[in-house]
């Protein structure tokens, strides 16, 4: 079988536990601890130094399907007229593929109960498995030295570790009993693959020689730290990571291949986010914008980072002015966000009911975009969804700062510290959207997305600009 190196699973630990103490060191107030750019940059210093090849070695009914795609539930979007969910990011691909050839969906855990899904997907839930207590101590050292390189508790890290080890083995255990029954299969699509649930199922695709393709779910851009940043990747490449990235645009790509551009494996290509293009042709083929007068979409994030408080003071100050009574805020909450409603409750306890409004969580994010004029956002990618539908975008925070920098030089999105003052000015200015054709974040066609789903893998192939895109 041979032997799965362990380094994408740490990594992905590791990032998360660097964004997770930057995040306690900034609610401590000091001033010398980084922030999310500074721990993308520490992490990568880290990941220079650092290619380890620990290794774990691994002592129904035949399907007929040669495609298989693997989503989350998080990603199913209500449908209010069918009152069914579509799954914005996996269902455009599968119905197209299914239209050409035998193609099966499912998901991570079943979606909650009650939801209709307009494109039916099965279940899958992980098998148990032993604990590796060989593994576990023969890996200990070599987590310990990188927490010690990172800045990191090395009993936390080794603790968070394990956690994931287990569950990527009996991820891995599921995979080898689903695909053993799928003996047609040639191909995986999933998305959000750094996690030890999808790590696992790629890893045994891998095992049966089924390619495995991630499907961009949001924005991977510089300081993503499980698209970007991988700099000495093994001949042969990782089996817990996808072989091909599908990306919305070639921005994407080349975050991606920035800093290994002559990788021979895990390569970018464009194949876009064909949800827009959906969205025009079958749910609102409409040209006319029912716009509301002066009214903001801002879309929440939960706290993370340094962005502890999703509605920041400058927004509330805003909604307290009477001079600006004629503007109305719209407040959109992250899905993860779990408290996010009684959040809203509470941080706008102050301000006249009439100058806000809580959305409809399960309305269709579009609709929303159809019917405001401005959008605001810490450093969520709904600011290229956005800027898709004409809508021009306010950032705010230093994450957004180093997030979006060549965006905000540009002029495709405005930036805020956070003072009502630069928003007050913002929107004082005419809504000029800057969609740059040379450079779309966002591709969106149903035709691109059957093209790439049948066409020539290598014709794919994203090639990255040395000279204009490579940093030292």
């Given at each position: 079988?041979?032997?799965?190196?362990?380094?994408?699973?740490?990594?992905?630990?590791?990032?998360?536990?660097?964004?997770?103490?930057?995040?306690?060191?900034?609610?401590?107030?000091?001033?010398?601890?980084?922030?999310?750019?500074?721990?993308?940059?520490?992490?990568?210093?880290?990941?220079?130094?650092?290619?380890?090849?620990?290794?774990?070695?691994?002592?129904?009914?035949?399907?007929?399907?040669?495609?298989?795609?693997?989503?989350?539930?998080?990603?199913?979007?209500?449908?209010?007229?069918?009152?069914?969910?579509?799954?914005?990011?996996?269902?455009?691909?599968?119905?197209?593929?299914?239209?050409?050839?035998?193609?099966?969906?499912?998901?991570?855990?079943?979606?909650?109960?009650?939801?209709?899904?307009?494109?039916?997907?099965?279940?899958?839930?992980?098998?148990?498995?032993?604990?590796?207590?060989?593994?576990?101590?023969?890996?200990?050292?070599?987590?310990?030295?990188?927490?010690h390189q990172a800045g990191l508790c090395d009993r936390e890290l080794?603790?968070?570790?394990?956690?994931?080890?287990?569950?990527?083995?009996?991820?891995?255990?599921?995979?080898?009993?689903?695909?053993?029954?799928?003996?047609?299969?040639?191909?995986?699509?999933?998305?959000?693959?750094?996690?030890?649930?999808?790590?696992?199922?790629?890893?045994?695709?891998?095992?049966?020689?089924?390619?495995?393709?991630?499907?961009?779910?949001?924005?991977?851009?510089?300081?993503?730290?499980?698209?970007?940043?991988?700099?000495?990747?093994?001949d042969g490449g990782y089996r817990m990571m996808p072989d091909r990235?599908?990306?919305?645009?070639?921005?994407?790509?080349?975050?991606?291949?920035?800093?290994?551009?002559?990788?021979?494996?895990?390569?970018?290509?464009?194949?876009?986010?064909?949800?827009?293009?959906?969205?025009?042709?079958?749910?609102?083929?409409?040209?006319?914008?029912?716009?509301?007068?002066?009214?903001?979409?801002?879309?929440?994030?939960?706290?993370?980072?340094?962005?502890?408080?999703?509605?920041?003071?400058?927004?509330?100050?805003?909604?307290?002015?009477?001079?600006?009574?004629?503007?109305?805020?719209?407040?959109?909450?992250?899905?993860?966000?779990?408290?996010?409603?009684?959040?809203?409750?509470?941080?706008?306890?102050?301000?006249?009911?009439?100058r806000f409004a809580i959305a409809d969580q399960k309305r269709n994010?579009?609709?929303?975009?159809?019917?405001?004029?401005?959008?605001?956002?810490?450093?969520?990618?709904?600011?290229?969804?956005?800027?898709?539908?004409?809508?021009?975008?306010?950032?705010?925070?230093?994450?957004?700062?180093?997030?979006?920098?060549?965006?905000?030089?540009?002029?495709?999105?405005?930036?805020?510290?956070?003072?009502?003052?630069?928003?007050?000015?913002?929107?004082?200015?005419?809504?000029?959207?800057?969609?740059?054709?040379?450079?779309?974040?966002?591709?969106?066609?149903?035709?691109?997305?059957?093209?790439?789903?049948?066409?020539?893998?290598?014709?794919?192939?994203?090639?990255?600009?040395?000279?204009?895109?490579?940093?030292?």
């Amino acid at each position: 079988m041979g032997a799965i190196q362990l380094w994408p699973l740490l990594r992905h630990v590791l990032w998360t536990e660097l964004l997770r103490a930057g995040s306690a060191n900034e609610q401590q107030g000091s001033a010398q601890q980084p922030g999310l750019a500074s721990q993308a940059r520490r992490l990568a210093s880290v990941l220079y130094d650092n290619i380890a090849q620990t290794v774990l070695r691994h002592q129904t009914e035949r399907l007929e399907e040669t495609l298989l795609f693997v989503s989350r539930p998080v990603y199913l979007q209500y449908m209010g007229e069918t009152k069914q969910y579509f799954d914005r990011i996996i269902d455009p691909l599968f119905f197209i593929a299914r239209n050409h050839c035998s193609a099966a969906k499912a998901y991570i855990g079943p979606p909650p109960d009650g939801l209709r899904l307009l494109f039916p997907g099965f279940p899958l839930r992980p098998r148990l498995v032993g604990r590796a207590a060989s593994i576990e101590h023969s890996v200990g050292p070599w987590i310990r030295d990188i927490a010690h390189q990172a800045g990191l508790c090395d009993r936390e890290l080794s603790a968070q570790f394990f956690t994931a080890l287990r569950g990527f083995e009996r991820w891995y255990s599921t995979g080898k009993s689903l695909f053993a029954s799928m003996p047609r299969m040639k191909r995986l699509y999933l998305t959000s693959w750094y996690f030890p649930d999808m790590m696992g199922l790629t890893a045994a695709a891998k095992d049966a020689g089924i390619e495995v393709i991630d499907v961009q779910h949001g924005k991977q851009g510089k300081y993503q730290g499980m698209y970007s940043w991988w700099t000495r990747i093994p001949d042969g490449g990782y089996r817990m990571m996808p072989d091909r990235f599908w990306c919305w645009g070639r921005p994407s790509c080349h975050d991606i291949l920035r800093a290994s551009p002559d990788r021979t494996t895990h390569r970018p290509f464009v194949g876009g986010f064909p949800w827009i293009d959906w969205y025009r042709t079958f749910v609102n083929p409409s040209v006319a914008r029912p716009v509301s007068d002066r009214t903001i979409l801002f879309t929440m994030q939960g706290p993370q980072g340094v962005s502890q408080e999703p509605i920041p003071d400058f927004i509330v100050k805003f909604l307290q002015d009477g001079q600006f009574s004629d503007w109305r805020i719209r407040f959109r909450n992250h899905p993860n966000f779990k408290g996010g409603l009684k959040y809203c409750e509470k941080r706008l306890a102050s301000v006249n009911p009439s100058r806000f409004a809580i959305a409809d969580q399960k309305r269709n994010l579009y609709d929303e975009f159809l019917e405001v004029t401005h959008h605001i956002t810490g450093y969520s990618s709904c600011c290229y969804e956005a800027e898709s539908f004409g809508v021009p975008t306010l950032l705010f925070g230093e994450e957004a700062k180093s997030i979006y920098e060549a965006d905000i030089a540009s002029g495709r999105f405005s930036w805020t510290r956070g003072e009502e003052s630069d928003l007050i000015v913002w929107l004082g200015q005419p809504p000029i959207n800057h969609v740059h054709q040379q450079d779309q974040y966002i591709e969106s066609s149903l035709a691109l997305t059957a093209s790439v789903l049948f066409g020539d893998p290598a014709a794919q192939d994203c090639k990255l600009v040395r000279s204009s895109t490579v940093q030292g």
